[in-house]
Structures are given as structure tokens and as C-alpha cells.
């Protein structure tokens, strides 16, 4: 295991000419959480929020970088990020951006944290929506702890969440390969794993390679296609997807050859990758 790999902030959480930004900030959990709230809103969530998104600001969520985040929180109110936004003044995006900030701001205070990409467990029963949350490493528990940073109060009536979503267990957020081991395993359903109509082993491989992307600290849009990555079922190299699931189901233990497994194109983010949202090519 490195910690330092996960310390440093880099490439895409990276805050570059707006790092000073960052400083000054809570070095609690529940403070950080509260602060990434009261910047971002879910871009379907806003009627919930009451806000009407403009078809301009649409397009805020494809934003990569923290950077760009950063820049766009900037432009619209000034003030430090430790002041909440009035709904209609946060920044438009998904649940990736919720962890992309909270990972930019720990990293910035030194703290070990990284994205995953898999499945909530908690949203509806029975259901595995794909998610996104950070782990933050923690000394003093020799432990990393799973952090939903979007859920708050509001989304927590919405949706009936009851856990502990500051401290989340393995079974209620399965990271992509842990979801698809359960899958191959014939202990769940492929069908219950998903978002909107799209729902699969497929869906389930996706978001494996999205997560060793992020392990390895390229943490790219939900939407964002690549590699290995299939539309149908029967199109997947099942013995691939099954060695890469067990390296990703103990990341630390599997760190360097998890770095080595990232060498290969099947996986590593190309320089140009595919927003299937956009239906476009993009650089990454």
C-alpha cells in the first residue's frame, strides 16, 4: 500500500491555479461534507432544490478537473468556498463531482483520499444504483472509510437513507468489482446493477474500469467510455473483467500490480476517450 500515491493531489483532482481556494477549510469529515453540499447541486435533482437549470449551465457536469470546478464555483459567487451557495448559485453536476472535491480538498490538507466507482446499495431496496464516493484513510483507525458526500438531509427523506452515509459499509456501497464478483458468484442479479434503462454485467464491467482508473488516480466522468468497456453482455472477455475484479477487491494489498495492470489499454485512459452522454470523442 501507498499512501503517498493517494496524498498528493494530482492530474484531475488537482486544484492548479485555484488551490488557494482550498485552504482553510475543516479538517472534520461532517464540516467537509457540509461544504461540498452547499457548493454542488445534482443536475437532476434541481427542481428538487428549486432550480429551473438553464439549458446553458447543462453542460457544467462534464467538467473533468477540479480545476475547471473550481473556476466555475468561482466565477458565479467569489466568496470562500466555506460560505454555502444559494441552491441556484452551485455548480450543476453528478455524484462524481460530490467525491472529485471532497478527495481535491483532503488531498490538499494532506489527508490520504481516493475515488470509487461502483454501486449504492442504499437508495432503494433491492437496487444497486451506480455511484460514485471517496475513502479517506484514517491514522488513527489504520482503516479507509467510505464517504458519500452528496446525500444530505434533503436526499436522505428523498430517499429513505438511513445508514451512516459518512462511514459506509463495504455492502452498502460495492465498488465495481466487488459488485462484479457478487455477480459472477451467482449471489446477485447483473440486472439490479444500473441507472435509468441501463442495467447489466455490462454496466457492472464499466464501472470496474472506471474505479482501478480511479485507484490509480484518473477519475473520469460516469459517462466517459473507453478500453474494454461493452454495450452488451455477451461482448465481454469474462476471464479479464474476473482477474481484474480480485485485484480491485484489495486494492492496497494489490497496489503494484494494480499500477501494472493500468499499463494495459484495455484499462489505462486513453488521451481521447468517448462521452457517451455528448455522443462525442473528448481529450481526457
Not at 7 to 17: H, Y
Request: charged content about 25%.
Amino acid at each position: 500500500m501507498s499512501l503517498d500515491f493517494y496524498r498528493t493531489p494530482v492530474a484531475l483532482s488537482a486544484a492548479g491555479r485555484h488551490a488557494a481556494m482550498l485552504d482553510g477549510l475543516p479538517r472534520d469529515i461532517p464540516g467537509l461534507v457540509t461544504i461540498v453540499q452547499g457548493l454542488l447541486v445534482h443536475e437532476h435533482m434541481t427542481e428538487q432544490y428549486g432550480v429551473t437549470l438553464p439549458p446553458e449551465r447543462r453542460g457544467e457536469s462534464h467538467a473533468r478537473p477540479v480545476e475547471a470546478m473550481l473556476a466555475a464555483i468561482a466565477a458565479r459567487d467569489p466568496r470562500p468556498l466555506s460560505m454555502p451557495r444559494d441552491a441556484t448559485d452551485r455548480y450543476i453536476c453528478v455524484c462524481r463531482s460530490f467525491t472529485l472535491l471532497l478527495v481535491a480538498i483532503l488531498r490538499h490538507q494532506g489527508v490520504p483520499a481516493r475515488a470509487r466507482c461502483g454501486f449504492g446499495a442504499y437508495f432503494e431496496a433491492g437496487k444497486f444504483y451506480d455511484h460514485w464516493v471517496a475513502e479517506y484513510w484514517t491514522g488513527a483507525e489504520k482503516r479507509w472509510v467510505r464517504v458519500d458526500s452528496q446525500v444530505d438531509d434533503l436526499q436522505r427523506k428523498m430517499f429513505g437513507v438511513t445508514v451512516d452515509t459518512l462511514d459506509l459499509t463495504h455492502d452498502q456501497f460495492l465498488v465495481g468489482g466487488d459488485a462484479w464478483r457478487l455477480c459472477r458468484a451467482g449471489k446477485a442479479d447483473p440486472k439490479d446493477f444500473g441507472i435509468l434503462d441501463m442495467h447489466g454485467l455490462w454496466f457492472i464491467a464499466s464501472n470496474l474500469i472506471r474505479d482501478v482508473a480511479a485507484l490509480n488516480n484518473r477519475e473520469m466522468l460516469p459517462w466517459d467510455v473507453w478500453g474494454a468497456m461493452r454495450l452488451k453482455d455477451e461482448e465481454l472477455d469474462l476471464g479479464f473483467f474476473d482477474r481484474l475484479a480480485e485485484l480491485a477487491h484489495e486494492p492496497d494489498r494489490n497496489f503494484t500490480a494494480l499500477r501494472a495492470a493500468y499499463a494495459d489499454p484495455r484499462i489505462a485512459v486513453p488521451h481521447t476517450v468517448f462521452n457517451a452522454v455528448l455522443q462525442r470523442p473528448e481529450a481526457a
